[in-house]
């Protein structure tokens, strides 16, 4: 997910790369989550069966309240 500081084509979006070099805009991002990373369960195991994150964390943040981890889910439309 790339965020306000990306270049401005990118912004907003889930980029895909089957090569992990020739990257592709799969998804735009209404509300995206700040500092995010979803979870990816294979992504350091050799099964070839690698898909899309379903769910992730983010730093929350709110009035009067120090930042915390928030979980968010990733819906499809």
């Keep these: 997910m790339i965020g306000d500081r990306a270049p401005a084509n990118i912004q ?20 995206y989550p700040w500092a995010a990373g979803g979870y ?6 050799d099964s ?4 899309l994150p379903q769910w992730g964390v983010e730093i929350g943040k709110a009035k009067k309240q120090l930042p915390f981890i928030h979980r968010f889910d990733i819906t499809q439309n």
């Design 40 to 45: 990816r369960p294979e992504a350091f195991t």
């Design 12 to 31: 907003h979006s889930i980029m895909f790369a089957e090569d992990g070099i020739n990257f592709i805009r799969v998804s735009d991002v209404i509300g």
């Design 48 to 51: 070839n069966k690698g898909g």
